[in-house]
């Protein structure tokens, strides 16, 4: 009996035993690998740039916007600036986050020009009848027909032209007695430039010719056909107009901003859309010294050979020219694209060398000259730093999330919910404008955006331009009502644009795009003060020539106006679908005042 109690007590004992030896083996394994659970989890937090209140486990789609989602960063590492954003690896890939080092260079303004081939003016000829009759036959009978200089291009029929040669015959028999009046009545058929040789074969014929032919007096094309065959015409009549299509004029619209980057001489190189793959190259010859008053821009001629007659009259053409900056030798430039803006400050961020992780530092600078695709740097940035040239919304957007100081938010703070972006608006009145370059709707447009928009997407986007122009009608008429109405039509317009047709960039501009013309169109629905309803209006005419501007239009023609005197505080603008001037923002009592500034082409 007592051997079976010391045994079970034993038993026991090594069971306590190993309990005990359990627990201290896999309690501190459990605790570590639940650590690690809670790491993997933070670490694969997965939210959306535009909605950061959206937390995943796993990335994806955003089910608010479309936009893919983005690894949540991690603060890391105490030699890091407080106020830098720390991005990991995956995240800035996965943002397309690229940098460059600053350096310095001459600084070159490339200019981007946009026209029209036309036919050398100095080598057009009209072809004109020189005595009155009838057409009694047409060589020529179509508009783009070739001819040759001496080629016949008419018969004419007239009945001066029969009483004349009889004149001559008369006079011929006379001639030796009354030498003057054989000479006068030469002379006479002369001055209707019928030729000497034709003259000659009517007086030794002695046979009256009941037409005279009209002769080219240059070679061509014939651009103009004004007479069909039995038409009556009186001497001077025109009957054709003949261009000379050997050498050619390329005509330009250059703007008043960019006229003092060119002068006569410089080389310019174009390109014909109807020949691809040929550049072609010129140099300035003339620049209109009047501007033309309605789209305010002058007129810049090059001259080229036209070899082959590829060149035709009427073609679109776009030219680009490269002059240095007076002064400026050796200074800092950097591209278009690693600039934000927001109101008067520009900021770029630059990667902080302190971690193995992309590390981003805010910073402020001062722009000089503007290069068409980059800027000079007056301030603010030193050789060799190295700053974020690809995705620097993304970045931004990023320390946004964090409470980070940001472009929107310069001294930092809570984070951003939503699409709670600076709309330049009172709480009060809902419209006061914000600066045009705000937020980053005027960062990076350029034509490269344009390339990759669905075509879907540009014609949700001409809906919203139609709603706006019922809009904008209604306030030159200064009818609120309709006002209100009308920026109903632009909100369900805006809904209507499916935001998940952009990716990448175009996607992330248009979303702040998108959060101003809402918020523009629903100050104007949710107002019966016209005063207010204006205001809110030029808010929503910037936003949409930024939205334009960026992704473009199909088939429409576009007048980008303004008025001095609307606002004491700054110029305002619209959009407008006709040349005139209609001012939303005054209606009757100033309804002409007002200029165009650019016109928009689609």
Known sequence: MKANIKKNIKYILLIIFGLFMGWLLFHPRENAVQDQIRETEIATIWTCAMHPQIRMDEPGKCP???????????????????????????????????????????????????GKIQADERLLQSQVAHISGRIERLLVNFTGETVNKGQALAQIYSPELVTAQQELLEAA?????????????????????IPESQINAIESSGSIQSTVEVVSNTSGIVISKNVSNGDYIGQGSILF????????????DAYESDLSFLN????????????????????????????????????VRVETVNQSARLKPEMFVTGTVETGLTGLTNEIVIPKSAVLWTGPRSVVYVKEPVSKEPVFMMREIDLGPELGEGFVVSGGLKEGEEIVTSGAFSVDAAAQLEGKPSMMNPSGGVAST?????????????????STKSATAANNINENDQTNVPMDFIMQLNNVYEQYLNLKNSLVKSD????EKAAGGVQQALSSVDMSLLKGESHEKWMVLLEKLNSSAKAVSSSGDIETQRKAFAALSESLYNSIKMFGLVNKTLFYQFCPMADKNKVAYWLSDISEIRNPYFGDAMLTCGETKETLKF
Not at 241 to 252: Q, R
Not at 274 to 289: C, L, R, S, T, Y
Not at 428 to 433: H, L, V
Not at 480 to 483: C, D, E, F, S, Y
Request: hydrophobic share 45%; with cysteine.
């Open 64 to 114: 608010i916007c479309g936009m893919d989602l983005i690894p949540l960063g991690q603060a890391g590492g105490a030699d890091i600036d407080p106020a830098a954003i720390m991005l990991t690896n995956e995240a800035a890939e996965l943002a397309n986050v690229q940098t460059t080092l600053v350096t310095r260079q001459k600084p070159v303004k490339r200019l981007r020009l946009y």
């Open 173 to 193: 028999e006379i001639k030796d007695l009354q030498p003057e009046i054989y000479q006068a009545a030469r002379e006479r058929l002369s001055l209707w430039k």
């Open 241 to 252: 107009e003949i261009a000379d299509l050997s050498k050619v004029w390329v005509m330009f």
């Open 264 to 299: 006569r001489g410089d080389k310019l190189e174009f390109t014909v859309q109807a020949i691809p793959g040929k550049v072609f190259a010129g140099n300035i010859a003339f620049i209109d010294p009047v501007l033309d008053p309605v789209t305010r821009v002058a007129r």
């Open 418 to 434: 939503g699409h709670d972006h600076d709309t330049g608006m009172t709480d009060n009145e809902g419209a006061t404008i914000a």
């Open 480 to 483: 609120a009502g309709a006002a």
